[in-house]
């Protein structure tokens, strides 16, 4: 298998071409069709602005699997129906903000699919020589790994050209697994929603002019989780966690942080990762976004170099090491933040006297 041969270029540039085209339709159409972003308490930007950009994207890297690659829809019908579904929830969500109960049921339906074909998480690897098979827990542990990386990727979509960027590194590292051991899938999918996230990343870099709402997001978790899964057939399930690492690790820190507190864990707030070190560079989301990127790049870079690494249980061990240390630091840093804000409000208020 060749990465770049003329018939991969075709349906890379098809790809890259009509997702900027969708892209700037949709800037224009968004007002009228209801697909604008207000922003939130919680929000980073200030002002109302157009989001979907994932129908473009995916109906870019649909068009062009029809017309480039239909043997491959064929071979794997219930994935690419897997896909399709998740897509059109985050559609909807974009739309008119569904309840997370119907994402719920649509993720595990998709996962369902996958399992019918082939792609589940039979085991989570060998630790101190001896295999951990999941034997009938196969079906739900795919449905919690597959639904909590989807719903990670998505909490990144919190800065112009974050999650983007972050999607695109973590395809990258796949594209490259898959080309080594000759996985037609895993190529092609990965470098399908790169040359489409180019095209995005045009118009999603600081300033933004489009977010790529739940349509691109939700849709990138699952491509990425389900050629995660496909990968396993040739790397140790414990490279996965460095290979997609900061969706992982942002999750988790958030987790525990609002767990000690006696929080829910899933009511939202601006203490992840991307809001932690945009108050430390000082609002400038663009140096965030490389710095945020970069990190990635590197774990994922450590993932790739781990994928044959025999001994999981010190993978695993040195990424709950990494776990702990980023937890460490971000709670200091946010403390720090809050003491700072406390400050300056104390200021404000004594000088409005």
Not at 277 to 288: A, P, S, Y
């Given at each position: 298998?060749?990465?770049?041969d003329?018939h991969?270029?075709?349906?890379l540039?098809t ?6 085209i969708?892209?700037?339709l949709?800037i224009?159409?968004a007002?009228?069709v ?5 922003p ?5 930007h200030t ?9 473009g ?6 068009l062009a699997?029809l017309l ?8 794997h019908p219930?994935?690419y129906?897997?896909i399709?579904?998740v897509?059109i929830v ?16 649509v993720?595990?339906?998709a ?5 019918v074909?082939?792609l ?13 098979d999941?034997?009938?827990l196969?079906?739900?542990f ?7 990386f989807?719903?990670a990727l998505?909490?990144?979509?919190g800065?112009d ?8 590194i973590?395809?990258?590292i ?10 037609t899938m ?11 996230l180019?095209?995005?990343l045009?118009?999603n870099w600081?300033?933004?002019s489009?977010f790529?709402g ?6 990138l ?9 496909k990968?396993l057939a040739?790397?140790?399930p ?5 290979i997609?690492?900061?969706?992982i690790i942002d999750t988790?820190?958030?987790?525990i ?13 601006k ?5 932690v ?12 976004v490389i710095?945020l990127?970069?990190?990635q ?5 450590l993932?790739?170099?781990?994928t044959?690494?025999s001994?999981?249980h010190?993978t695993l061990?040195f990424?709950?090491l990494n776990?702990?240390?980023?937890y460490?630091l ?14 300056r ?5 004594r000088?409005?006297?």
């Open positions: 298998m060749t990465l770049f003329a991969q270029m075709g349906r540039v790809i890259f071409v009509v997702t900027w969708m892209i700037k949709l224009r159409i007002p009228s209801g697909l604008m972003d207000i939130k308490q919680r929000s980073i002002k109302i602005t157009p989001r979907g950009a994932g129908i994207m995916f109906v870019a890297v649909a699997h480039f690659l239909f043997e491959e829809i064929v071979r219930f994935t129906t897997a399709f579904a897509f985050g559609l909807l969500d974009d739309h008119r903000d569904i309840r997370p109960k119907t994402k719920f049921f993720i595990f339906g996962v369902c699919l996958l399992y074909d082939g589940t998480i039979t085991s989570i690897g060998h630790f101190f020589g001896y295999p951990i999941l034997g009938w196969a079906l739900p795919t449905f919690f790994a597959v639904s909590g989807t719903n998505n909490l990144t979509d800065l050209g974050l999650a983007g960027s972050i999607s695109f973590i395809l990258a796949l594209a490259v697994i898959g080309y080594e051991h000759n996985d895993i190529v092609t999918l990965s470098l399908s929603f790169m040359a489409a180019l095209a995005f045009l118009f600081n300033p933004a489009i790529m739940d349509s691109g997001s939700l849709t978790g699952f491509v990425i989780s389900l050629l995660s899964i990968a040739y790397i140790e414990t490279s996965v966690f460095f997609a690492a900061l969706p988790l820190t958030v987790i942080r609002r767990k000690r507190s006696g929080r829910p864990i899933f009511a939202p707030d203490h992840h990762l991307h809001h070190m945009l108050h430390f560079f000082r609002g400038d989301v663009k140096k965030t710095f990127a970069l990190l790049l590197l774990y994922s870079l993932g790739l170099n781990l044959d690494y001994h999981q010190f061990l990424f709950i776990e702990v240390i980023f460490i971000l709670e200091g840093m946010l403390k720090k933040q809050n003491r700072h804000t406390t400050r409000n104390e200021r404000r208020k000088l409005e006297h």
